[in-house]
């Protein structure tokens, strides 16, 4: 079976990790993968977590199977974690991660939708990989403006008046990965009139809420898209702000034009999922439907989120001041505009191969460094190959 067959190519994010696990060299440092790391370049289990695990570890009476949609408690926090409440005309059921979010969102726009779906240039590495899984078209729209390290706003806005109703057009909620710039309200506002306007519905991906600007400023994005009236579909993703990564927690939502639709939408999210994966992994859901339903171990969790996205701002700052201490021949400004955990440096493909190759920095080919891998241990270095690399 596997003779004639050429072997598949390292995945752009996740294959950076095994290669750097491979790499002999002591003085390695990775910041491909999205994981935010505490000063001392741990990913910790957050004390909310720890909290919440122990509560489930008394309590739980059984492994049998979950729901195929997941507990309703849990869909009910999610909304109420993505609109500010709950709200009728919308179904969610429980996913294994945003990943798996976004592949049953996929396959129900396969199903009902004319098979397109736009994503931003740049955009997250597995999108398009999802998307064709799924049998649709996949085409991009402008976004990010290199020159100027900010969005294309009239390339987007111009692509966005084109794209045809029944199309779906994928967009970042907050913390745009890779490139870091987000939509201002104005800008949002301007989306949701245009898909209102031409009948495209939206594919909203969630995977950084909280990591932003905060947990309630950060749904802005979606907000708008809900008071609209348009039908969208959010992809969530707890990996990040509660840190489950391993423990692939994740939601979809189906926001339907009336509480009839979003019954028929559940009814197919369902029936998608037990195709997929028949029900979701419980565990990451549980922790955090305790955490959000907890007063003491929401406080808690909410301080956490807000340590990591301090952190996380003063890292981004460190790393501009440190290129620019450094003589790097750019404005490194834009670095402390972007929102989340990415920093789009600009880098090229030889200069992002020269850190892997030469200097043992892993980087994502894209020249998007994670900033919350970044530690006061090893800024400086960072710092000094970045600025070396820029300069060749
Ligand atoms: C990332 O972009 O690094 C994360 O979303 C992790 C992943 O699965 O790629």
Not at 55 to 84: L, R, S
Not at 100 to 107: F, H, I, K, S, T
Not at 125 to 154: C, M, Q, R, S
Not at 256 to 265: H, I, Q, R, S, V
Request: glycine share 8%; aromatic share 8%; charged share 20%.
């Amino acid at each position: 079976m596997w003779k004639n067959v050429t072997p598949a190519p390292e995945d752009a994010i996740l294959g950076l990790t095994e290669a750097f696990k491979k790499d002999l060299r002591f003085a390695k440092i990775n910041l491909g993968v999205g994981v935010y790391k505490d000063e001392e370049g741990h990913t910790p289990i957050l004390d909310s977590v720890r909290a919440a695990e122990k509560q489930i570890f008394e309590k739980e009476t059984t492994k049998n199977y979950m729901p195929i949609a997941g507990e309703k408690i849990y869909g009910d926090e999610v909304q109420k974690m993505i609109f500010g409440s709950l709200c009728d005309r919308s179904a969610t059921i429980h996913t294994p991660g945003g990943t798996g979010a976004l592949r049953v969102a996929a396959d129900l726009l396969a199903k009902f939708s004319s098979k397109t779906i736009w994503i931003s240039n740049p955009t997250w590495a597995n999108h398009n990989n999802i998307f064709e899984a799924a049998g649709l078209t996949v085409k991009t729209y402008p976004y990010y403006n290199a020159v100027t390290k900010d969005l294309d706003a009239d390339g987007f806005f111009a692509a966005l008046e084109k794209i045809p109703a029944g199309d779906c057009v994928l967009l970042h909620a907050c913390c745009h990965n890779p490139s870091g710039v987000d939509l201002s309200a104005g800008q949002w506002k301007r989306v949701a009139k245009i898909a209102q306007k031409n009948g495209w519905s939206a594919l909203v991906d969630f995977a950084y809420q909280g990591l932003g600007d905060g947990l309630e400023a950060d749904r802005a994005g979606v907000e708008t898209l809900l008071a609209s009236g348009i039908e969208f579909f959010v992809a969530s993703s707890f990996s990040k702000n509660f840190g489950l990564y391993r423990d692939r927690t994740g939601a979809l939502t189906a926001v339907a034009a009336t509480p009839a639709d979003a019954t028929t939408a559940m009814s197919h999210m369902m029936a998608t999922a037990r195709v997929l994966y028949s029900n979701p992994p419980a565990h990451g859901g549980m922790i955090v439907t305790t955490i959000l339903k907890d007063k003491e171990l929401c406080k808690l969790w909410r301080n956490e989120l807000d340590a990591m996205r301090t952190r996380i701002a003063q890292a981004r700052a460190a790393l501009a001041s440190g290129l620019t201490e450094r003589g790097v021949p750019m404005d490194c400004s834009f670095m402390t505009k972007q929102k989340g955990m990415f920093s789009f440096s600009g880098l090229n493909k030889d200069q992002v191969k020269f850190l892997r190759e030469e200097r043992a920095v892993y980087i994502v080919g894209s020249g998007r460094i994670n900033v919350a891998g970044l530690t006061p241990g090893n800024m400086g270095f960072v710092c000094d190959v970045v600025a070396e690399a820029m300069k060749r």
